[in-house]
């Protein structure tokens, strides 16, 4: 075939695909009246396994994924749009993490703080927000883990993104570059590339890699270490990719909210307890979960925000609240604790 009949052959199924999509979309919001929520990652779940299971290639399993995750964003969109707070501005790795779970078919609330994401979903500001909660390099947040000791908010899912810092810039050669703008994190993170490959140029320390995305795109001269998304949003060159000393870095997001998620069979729990200042008391707590074959994931403690010398204790356990061995786990549990708070059973997770 030629070049012409191979552009014709793809407009052709182009339209065949607005076609479908414009039937997908129909009855889309032919679903919303028998929704309660219009968020439904359990059903999402099912349409990317199922997809996934039927891609006959050439594209690749995340390229389905990100692909239908944008079509179910719009249709969603259509029902009605979803408000997500989280981390700003945008280009923020936060919000790199909103966009891969939720899509661009949103209305997006940036904050100043992780406290003002908890506000709007509170105050019905927003539906859901996401926060960051740990970091496979430098650990738990410890504010978004206090600040579930003082809500009511629940955890209705979680997100593993990659932290995967980029050098870019309006300039096309390093060499053009300057000085470079970025967060002081981000700028630990990748220390040595600095020393190897930024020697003579300014380093400018911001609030936010998405911030330091914004000074270079008004810069002549300057550069940011950010993420893809920040190049996207700004138009801005990707000169180098994962500038980072160490590649294995993740962040653990949780979306939060005040919906409780159904159960799939492949669930995480949350909870999180007090203990009384006696012997044994954290051990008999946690040997619950031994006793009725419950795996924990992670456990933190945390000095209590109402005593002086207490600790909350905060674990994620696999299985669903509604599981009989999580129920009588977590009954057995309270005769132990002195504040036992379930904050959420939500779908794991890939890592």
């Avoid at 810039?169 to 703008?181: A, T």
């Avoid at 044994?280 to 946690?286: D, Q, S, V």
């Amino acid at each position: 075939m030629s070049k012409k009949e191979i552009r014709a052959m793809i407009d052709e199924i182009d339209s065949q695909i607005l076609e479908l999509l414009s039937q997908r979309a129909g009855y889309a919001k032919k679903t919303a009246k028998f929704k309660k929520y219009y968020y439904d990652p359990v059903r999402e779940r099912e349409v990317f396994d199922r997809l996934l299971e039927e891609n006959p290639g050439p594209l690749k399993s995340e390229h389905v994924e990100a692909i239908y995750r944008e079509i179910m964003s719009a249709c969603r969109g259509l029902q009605s749009p979803i408000s997500v707070a989280f981390l700003g501005p945008r280009a923020t790795f936060s919000h790199q993490a909103v966009i891969s779970r939720f899509g661009n078919s949103i209305i997006e609330e940036p904050c100043p703080d992780i406290a003002s994401v908890f506000d709007a979903v509170e105050k019905d500001v927003t539906n859901y927000g996401v926060v960051p909660f740990e970091n496979s390099t430098e650990g738990v947040i410890n504010y978004t883990l206090d600040r579930f000791s003082m809500t009511s908010i629940r955890i209705c899912g979680e997100i593993y993104a990659d932290i995967a810092l980029n050098l870019i810039s309006k300039q096309k050669d390093i060499k053009d570059i300057k000085k470079i703008f970025t967060h002081p994190k981000a700028m630990e993170q990748c220390a040595g590339w600095l020393q190897r490959n930024a020697s003579g140029k300014e380093i400018i320390q911001m609030e936010s890699t998405g911030l330091a995305a914004q000074r270079a795109a008004k810069s002549r001269n300057g550069g940011a270490i950010a993420s893809l998304i920040a190049a996207e949003i700004y138009g801005l060159n990707v000169l180098e990719q994962r500038v980072e000393d160490y590649k294995d870095n993740k962040t653990r997001f949780l979306v939060i909210g005040k919906q409780k998620m159904p159960n799939t069979g492949r669930d995480k729990t949350s909870v999180l307890f007090s203990v009384r200042h006696e012997p044994g008391t954290l051990y008999r707590a946690l040997k619950s979960f031994e006793e009725f074959g419950l795996n924990l994931t992670m456990m933190q403690a945390r000095p209590s925000r109402k005593s002086p010398w207490e600790y909350v204790f905060f674990v994620d356990l696999k299985g669903h609240e509604t599981d009989e061995e999580v129920k009588k786990a977590i009954q057995k549990m309270k005769k132990e604790t002195l504040v036992l708070k379930v904050i959420g059973s939500y779908p794991m997770s890939e890592r």
